[in-house]
């Protein structure tokens, strides 16, 4: 288990994984992060102070993750880590929420009035059939959500190499992220014990013919272990 990393390469910063409630929806197929959540907000608390005890501020750039959004964190949590980025001159922060909060980030943007927030989505991938009803991630994209998406998030998350998925969709879904995004980061999917699996044939094409390229563009990081960022409880 590890709460805290150092990312040196391409967007150097600090990323923490903190402790939260339970995901609003959590019914992701492929996730079992939730399994990280707590409604004990004491747990929680002890969990994540001291976890953002190891914040220096050394490039003035935090990322904040947990098992949900943002807004999934206590009250007592956001404050912590508030105070922490005024006091260590910390400029930009960047959070995950989920797309079921789209019409609220700027509650988060104005909460942290100092900092600049870009927030991060889980899109998995830009197929609505795969994403719904394969991956159980319930929200459909068309060219009116993207310009939303656009304008509201820095990062898109793609998940790649389960099974079911095809070069060709993987390879459409890395050209729309870097449309439409910023940031992406590409997590090679690990197997973890839910219902979705990982494609072997799909890993090896990617590793091989994809990666070499792709790892050179410098707005795109990819995840080939779930441990790359430093940060896991697993």
């Known amino acids: 288990m590890n709460r805290y990393s150092i ?43 001291e976890v953002l005890k190891n914040i220096k501020g050394n490039f003035g750039v935090l990322e904040v993750i947990n098992s949900g959004s943002v807004f999934e964190l206590s009250k007592a949590t956001l404050k912590k880590i508030k ?20 019409k609220r980030l700027d509650e988060i943007r104005e909460y942290f009035k100092n900092q600049e927030i870009r927030f991060i989505i889980g899109i998995e991938t830009f ?6 009803q394969v991956l159980k991630k319930n929200f459909m994209l068309n060219d009116t959500v993207l310009k939303q998406l656009k304008e509201q ?12 998925q095809t070069k060709k969709q ?23 014990g839910t219902e979705i699996k990982r494609d ?26 779930n441990k790359d960022f430093g940060v896991y409880v697993q």
Not at 127 to 132: E, G, K, V
Not at 170 to 192: C, P
């Open 83 to 102: 105070n922490i980025c005024d006091d260590k001159n910390i400029k930009v922060i960047y959070f995950e929420a989920y797309f079921g909060y789209l």
């Open 127 to 132: 197929n609505n059939y795969y994403r719904t």
């Open 7 to 49: 990312i040196t390469e391409k967007n150097p910063r600090e990323i923490v994984l903190l402790k939260g409630y339970k995901c609003a929806y959590g019914k992701c197929a492929f996730c079992n992060y939730i399994l990280d959540n707590t409604d004990d907000e004491k747990e929680m608390e002890k969990v994540n102070f």
């Open 200 to 225: 072997e044939k799909l890993v090896k094409w990617f590793l091989k013919d994809i990666f070499p390229v792709l790892n050179k563009e410098k707005n795109i990081e990819i995840l080939v272990d």
């Open 153 to 164: 998030y820095q990062t898109a998350l793609l998940m790649i190499c389960t099974h079911g």
């Open 170 to 192: 993987i390879l459409s879904d890395i050209e729309q992220a870097k449309k439409h995004f910023k940031e992406v980061v590409i997590s090679i999917f690990i197997d973890n």
